[in-house]
């Protein structure tokens, strides 16, 4: 994954004319500024707001709704830990509480370094190989208590 | 002359490392001057194979697995390219009882085929089903999905050519066809499997809707979470433009029907579908009120067909095999076969497609093999996060939506997790509620206010703090989300909780409070 660049008016104004056109653009846009942020960062809000003729409240309002939309960059790392039922099933929630003892921080928090974020994810469609998670976007099963606090510490990324 | 072999692309494969074992498999052959050629097919389904190498030989398809980065060096020299003996062969695939006993109609190609080769797609049977509907026309083709009795496999099990049917008759100059494949229940990845196993098939059935309601327009909503589906329904859509098959002439006939793609961000409420007709809008994925049914005022007010992958997906065979072969599967008024998934504390996990009436029992004990722990079955839980626990008592319940629903629970998206003899049902009907307030859409008052009162009442039963009253407190707040919510996540998050309470009543006495991480 390439490292999220810093705020540029200049970029953001691309990416939402490249997504504008199409009939219900926001989400297409939002994501395209998080992937390039990583983040939606306040300054895009009166820009989106302004491409799509509608009210900068309602452009918030939609950031705010959906779990994936960060107003702050995460952690260089992001670890999404499944915690639906079929992983909890297989030893979930032991792999959750270790891999969170490693990183020293709680579900949806970042180290202080800003090395790593640990955040929940309610099923990845592993479920028959699971506890799974997510690790920069790379899916990984079968995962025990051991193999998560590795994953965490980045031993095994 | 080349040898094919086959090592999966599926997410649940790569996530247990099927690209190092393909890049491993691509360097012995380098190594050793042979010619392979590595197709990245689907899952076949059964994951405890995974990654499962199939190399192509004159007695058929061979498999060995599961297969670990480390072990493929051995495993060439052992005569992979040959399908040698090796002690994680496990011969045909197909011959396998898992994959065997199976009646795979709409999962026929999974794990088969190349899922981005149209000529594989074409070659097992694929555009038939189109063939057939361009001959047919919109009322015949709708008239072949009612008389197949198919009903809509995301959970709630509305006949299929009645909402087809509403959509056509339905007067306006724009119509769309919307594919739910926001999956978002535990312990389901049929849509999943589906998408990257084989995306063409979901494409036709998109084009089969479009034609037969009229809608020119068709987006796939699909999760955040399933990266590998959105890339592999993307290549597939740009492959079929360039085919001809989507556009402006579909396979040369005077239809239109574009497609594209919309990924979700996360939020388990728009696989509800009027909330995902909203996030397609570009809003907060908040539940409308019904009526109108989407059918008369969906995506942008527009008439618009909402069903979901595995609907979609039933109808080329339908149209390819005529209705009755379809409805001739089955039991009651649920006809046809269920892709029903596998999941949890259980042996063989995965994907089997199967005629309804089979039982919780047969499923999870015969197919499933029982757990993978070795401990013993305490509960089942059926249909996903608002799907009802089942204890063994009642293991003798046929796969059917009837039959589960006079039972107290739902059979859903197909999605059955297997939990042993330590769950704690308490703490399941307390992440039950949980799950509903951490996904409400807050639209309306009983799933907003009352997911976050029920975690505290379980909280208080589970501390030992007025027990009985707390309890018929529970069960009056059950009922008031039962009946007073707008859609299925408020009204449905009661399933758990009552038959956790109901099935498991020992597990709510009096008890120390547990310490858990705030959410």
Known sequence: ?157 | MSVRVFVPGDMAAVAVGADAVAAAVASEARRLGRNVEIVRNGSRGLFELETLVEVETPAGRIGYGPIYPNEVAGLVAAGLFEGADHPKRVGRPEDLPFLKRQTRLTFARCGVIDPQSLDDYRDHGGWKGLERALALGPEAIVDAVKASGLRGRGGAGFPTGIKWDTVRLANARQKYVVCNADEGDSGTFADRMLMEGDPFLLIEGMIVAGIATGATRGYIYTRSEYPFAIDAMQQAIETAYAAGLLGSSVAGSSYTFDLSVRVGAGAYVCGEETALLDSLEGKRGQVRAKPPLPAHAGLFGRPTLINNVLSLAAVPFILAEGPESYRDFGMGRSRGTMPIQLAGDIRNGGLYETAFGVTLGELVEEIGGGTLSGRPVRAVQVGGPLGAYFPRALFDTPFDYEAFTERGGLIGHGGVVVFNDTVDMAQQARFALEFCAIESCGKCTPCRIGSTRGVETVDKIAAGERPAENLALLEDLCETMKFGSLCALGGFTPYPVMSALTHFPEDFGARQPRLEPAE
Not at chain 1, 69 to 90: D, S, T
Not at chain 1, 101 to 122: K, N, P, Q, R, S
């Open chain 1, 1 to 157: 994954m390439s490292p999220p660049r810093p705020w540029n008016a200049e970029v953001a104004r691309s990416l939402i004319d490249a997504e504008e056109s199409q009939e219900g653009a926001l989400l297409p846009i939002l994501h395209r500024l998080q992937h390039a942020f990583g983040c939606v960062p306040d300054e895009a809000v009166p820009l989106v707001a302004e491409a799509l003729n509608i009210s900068r409240a309602e452009v918030h309002g939609v950031v705010t709704f959906y779990h994936d939309f960060r107003r702050q960059p995460a952690g260089r790392r992001v670890v999404k830990l499944c915690q639906a039922e079929a992983c909890q099933a297989r030893g979930g929630r032991a792999v959750t509480a270790a891999a969170l003892a490693e990183a020293g921080v709680a579900l949806g928090g970042t180290t202080a370094d800003g090395e790593l974020t640990v955040e929940a994810v309610y099923c990845l469609g592993l479920c028959a190989s699971g506890p799974a998670a997510l690790v920069d976007g790379q899916p990984v099963a079968r995962l025990n208590e051991a193999g998560a606090a590795a994953l965490v510490s980045g031993e095994m990324a």
